[in-house]
């Protein structure tokens, strides 16, 4: 397994600003995604970060909108940019460990856009 | 591409009561399929998984599933639930064509009642 932490817990933005969520590994992976999970809702993967290369955004999702980083093997951050309520959602990053396909999550970010 | 049907949104069942949560996919090779819980306000946690094998699979918290390729089912059970038990369900689906990401079901919400 892995434990992954997240920062912030949750956060209440206002409109127009932004704001960067941070993920930390308590050891390297290759493979890292982002999520967003909105109220009520299943996940959908918003990217994949691989250290070393750019993210990978899914089909609905741009660099410009979910800016991701990952300086090493431990660490990655996505970026909420200009936020409006509908981005209010829980955002969650997991990492690949143990098989392919198996994915550990960390406990979220709870963001609320006013 | 491949797509999880989770087709119960809500169940509810009696503490101690048996549980059996569906799950069908479709995809046309082997998948690689998981069963994640989420507790109100937490991060996915996996419960168990299937790569290939014993189609019967065991998993933590007394869970356990089992693989139909006939099918196309990898449904969750429990003998016996406990009041712990109650969050949100949570099928995926990963592919074996080395996207490695995983697609996930829309939930099933499990209340117990006394």
């Known amino acids: 397994s892995a434990v992954i932490s997240q920062k912030p817990s949750r956060d209440i933005c206002q409109r127009g600003t932004s704001l960067t969520i941070q993920c930390q590994v308590d050891?390297?992976?290759?493979?890292m995604f982002w999520y967003r999970q909105q109220p009520g809702q299943s996940l959908t993967l918003i990217a994949t970060a691989n250290q070393g290369s750019e993210a990978t955004y899914e089909s609905g999702f741009v660099i410009d909108k979910f800016p991701i980083s990952r300086p090493n093997l431990t660490f990655s951050t996505l970026t909420v940019s200009n936020m409006s309520p509908e981005d209010s959602s829980i955002y969650l990053c997991?990492?690949?460990?143990?098989?392919?396909?198996?994915?550990?999550f960390g406990p979220g970010t709870r963001l609320t856009v006013t | 591409a491949q797509s999880v049907t989770q087709p119960d949104i809500h169940i509810t069942v009696s503490e101690g009561a048996s549980l059996e949560l569906r799950c069908n996919y479709s995809y046309g090779a082997t998948p690689y399929l998981f069963w994640y819980v989420q507790s109100p306000g937490q991060g996915l946690q996996l419960l168990l998984k299937?790569?290939?094998?014993?189609?019967l699979v065991q998993g933590i918290k007394g869970f356990e599933a089992e693989f139909k390729r006939s099918q196309s089912s990898f449904n969750l059970r429990k003998p016996s639930v406990h009041w712990s038990d109650a969050a949100e369900y949570f099928c995926?689906?990963?592919?074996?064509?080395?996207?490695?990401?995983?697609?996930f079901g829309t939930g099933t919400r499990l209340t117990i009642i006394p």
């Open positions: 995926a689906v990963g592919s074996t064509f080395g996207n490695e990401k995983l697609t």
């Open positions: 050891s390297q992976v290759t493979m």
């Open positions: 997991s990492v690949e460990r143990d098989s392919p396909y198996e994915q550990y």
């Open positions: 299937y790569f290939s094998g014993d189609t």
